[in-house]
């Protein structure tokens, strides 16, 4: 188990720096370094100024040097610019101090500067991270449960009138996208033209102050559409074991219904299902994009859109390597998570 | 408080007799008087008229007001690009003149300000008895180099450079030598290249924020020494930022009556779709708007909102960039103003919330407009002639945008009149966040442009040669030594047959389609005071305040 653990984190690490890499090499394409350059500087700048302004800054050194100065493997750059200015990577591209470091790196703890947001990059996707967190929580709070519960009530018996309804009720919310559902819940639940408002159509004021009435419609929003693809997974393993040989025994032998539900069919039906809900995981962290946007709530989502729309290079990298650890612990979670589930299954 | 001095500049009575005799209106009087030194009460009393008393006297100390707008980051206020950066500035630094909605200037941190018979002096006296936060006293040097700063056309994106063009030595690119001199200590003259009259409406532009000595760009919000009443709190980019009164600082303005009612103002970002913003207005997280427009004005008025709606020379242009090709053809760019309707656009672009307009960019509200010179008229089959005419018939023009609001409106009714003439065009929608950042270089889309007091300060700003806002990228000549002579007469009657030349020349080049004048307007919750919007969007965020 230990090994494994240690496998998986080393394969973490490789993902994340293959990741990187590639992320760094077409966000320093010169296009896009322009673009940066324009957007910092001036948007009238001639061609010479947005050459002397990158290479005032270190952008134009070879690709390896600077990708080895944001993992902190080389000393970070220092270079007297044509304006006379001595600037340093270690001064987030601004004048160098006298107590500025040799090394900044990620290995230094030094996730660099957003050029967006004029703040350091670990503190933006902390912020952020913690409020998408949020967001998913409560998601996964009223997710899970329902989707489960709905999927097993379907399941258990095949083809009956119950599992008709549900069935269709769970294809619906899944077949509905969220920017559709979305709106619909604006319109209908907040907009004085319908006049109900029993909600907030804005979850703004949810950053701070998460209430029933501002953060409902949001996470409604997204739940309703995970949890019919949930649903159906979890109806179709359930429905599976119910069919299987022992379930049949434990019938003759007259164990209850409720008991054979809850406990010979139970365990066995949450395996596919468990494997789902761990992958959604990583879905609800970019996924969320539509939602954050339509109640404007800032989380990581309109972070990764915004970096990626301004090429903020430095948040870019570290919204990848987020974006890899998440889909990488979650499966391992999910593979661990096995080994309980199904005794079968060993992890050497 | 306004100008108490009893300074009486010949024009102004001269513009009176020819506000009286219905030469002039109102507005455009009271702009081009006070502009030259009149006090506002003098201004309304060559009238025969009461100056209006400011509606702040209505207003209780305290409270937090919050509103929703774009949250930008920081930059030197001579780099302003938008209102909405000195809007937050505007909390600590203050203007040395502030223009309003009624066309008037008053003096802020100046007393007051005399210009010469032709207007190529100007002697600025500095108000008494301001203080900069730290404690240090607010003197004639302080004006002088905040002047000289503005001048310094070397710092990238400066845009005061253009308004201070009568300083500015075409050398150096710096203040010129003896331009700006320091009388004594409450005075400071300045002597100008040319006689120059819109040397103190520029003054009173956003971009005109006066700093202290010792600012910099990095430390301008965590060392905020300025001269307004209040200081940052805390600003994040996109999202959200506040500014605090600066408890225990004895800001002027409290002397001086001029306000400074609330404790706490919150901006708070809401992205670029009005739609949010409107969830966000029913959501009551905020208490007024930064705009309504389109059909949100009408929505708004549904919700109970209260509205303050005022007329401007904002407006829009839809232009081609000179320095792409096909658009160095005059025909084609011709024919792309001859092919639209401007009521049309007025009507779907902006719902009917505006006038139509000339393509030119000076209109009824500016002084020296000449109102005999039109456009081209509206002529699809002569436009479709033209085009073919100059060997560009099956160009594909690509017209970019915002994806929302009256840009995108606008434009796909610009599109589809252009399809209509039998011209291809094809539409590219874009966010605001890739969109501004080559707003000025792209070869065919539409740009915002402000209301400003005078019809030659946007020509200054986007039309002449080189200026780094000329997003037309038009090199004229002729049009730059128009403007010098327009800029140098201070009777609006002879400077308007000039102006007459000036609009002829922009629209027979075919410089820019400018289909209408804006109304612009902004809802808020009932009980606020002083929060009506603003003609030129200007932050004047110390009449803020909730109804006593």
Redesign the interface.
Known sequence: MGMFILRRTGVMLLTAICLTFIVFIMTNLYPNLEKLAKNEGNFRMSDAEVASYLGNRGYTQGKLQNYGEWLGILPGYVIKGIDGKTRGRCSNHGAVLENSAKYCGVIQGHWGFSSRFKEPVSQIVITRLALTGKLMFWVLMVMIPSALILGIMAGMREGSQLDRTLSTGAIVTTATPEYVSGVIFIAVFTSSAVGLKWFKGSATSAMDHATLENFLLPVITISLYGMGYIARMTRASMAEVMTAQYIRTARLKGVSFANIVLKHALRNALIAPFTVIMLQIPWLLNGVVIVEVLFNFKGFGWVLVQAASNNDIDLLLAVSVVGVVVVLLTQLISDIGYVFLNPRIRIS | MTQDNNFMHPAAEMYASEEKAGKLDRREFISRATALGVSTVAAYGLLGLDAPAAAGGHAKMGGTIRMQMDVK??KDPR?H?WTQISIFSAGWLEYLVEYNSDGSFKPMLLSSWEANSDATQYVLKIREGVKWNNGDDFTAEDVARNIIGWCDKSL??NSMAGRMASLVDGDTGKAREGAIVVIDASTVHLNLLQPDITIVPGMADYPAQIVHKSFTV?TMVSNPIGTGFMLPENL????KASIVRNEGFEWWGYAAGKGGYVDRIEF?D??N?PA?H???F????FDLNWESIGEFVELYD??GLVKSQVASGATLVVRPNQDHAPYENKMVRQALAMAVDNEVLTELGISGLGVAADNCHVGPIHPEYNPDVRRAPFDPVKAKELMDASGHGDFEHELRSLDSGFWKDTCDSVAAQLRAAGIKVKRTLM?G??F??????FPYSATNWNHRPLGTQVLGLAYRSGE??NEFAWNNAEFDALLAQANSLANADERRIVMGKIQALIIEEGVTCQPYWRYVQRHHVEGLVGVDMHIAYLPQIYKWGHAA
């Not at chain 2, 994040?236 to 999202?239: A, C, K, L, T």
């Not at chain 2, 501004?436 to 270089?441: G, T, V």
């Open positions: 980051a920081m780099t690009d990238e994106g990095e994040e980019v996109g999202v708070i809401y992205g779709d949010t409107m969830a966000g029913e959501a009551e997280e549904a919700l966010p966040s890739t501004w950042n080559d707003w000025a270089k780094a806002w």
